[in-house]
């Protein structure tokens, strides 16, 4: 009995060391959603008019995108008020749908990993970038939800890539946030 735990703990450390040395090396492909995705991308210039003073950085932007929309409260997602904010930036019911199961999706792994995503983030943080982060999340999300009919299944370098995001889900968004 006492041979059978070690040989399952041993197991286990080996499954572990396997799982860490497969997931190290993310292909580029990772960061080429748009590519494998032809999902459209929000249309964030319908909040010229109040966010015209947000400024040019992408995290001011959104920051006062999302507050505007009331999507955010303090660091927190308002799920009741995402989707009237997709409404606005998509025309496509199915699109304003797979964003708004992603941002929930992002939700617990933007608060938890905040301080790490900060870290690889290249934007300044003279914004609060919650918004920026629960936006990229969405988007790195579409290599699973992406609709079968956007999706670029016979390219190889996107099989891939979805097959490293399944396995490997966190140091995909790492390597994906790293480039923004």
Known sequence: MYMGRILVVCLLGYTVLVEAAKCKAAPKSVQNVNIC?????????????????????A??????????SSALKGTSLIQAKIRPMLERAFTS??????????LAKCSAVVKSKYPEL??????????????LFYSLCAYARLIFTCPEKMWQRSNRMCQEA???????????????????
């Open 37 to 57: 995705c032809s999902a459209p991308m929000p249309n964030w210039g319908v909040y010229n008019r109040e966010c015209a003073a947000s400024g040019s950085q």
């Open 59 to 68: 995290s001011c932007r959104l920051s006062c995108i999302f507050n505007v």
């Open 93 to 102: 019911d199915v699109t304003i749908d797979i964003y708004e199961t992603n």
């Open 118 to 131: 900060g870290q690889l983030s290249r934007q300044s943080n003279a914004c609060d970038r919650h918004a």
């Open 162 to 180: 979805r097959s490293y995001a399944k396995n490997c889900p966190w140091p995909a968004l790492k390597m994906f946030m790293k480039n923004t």
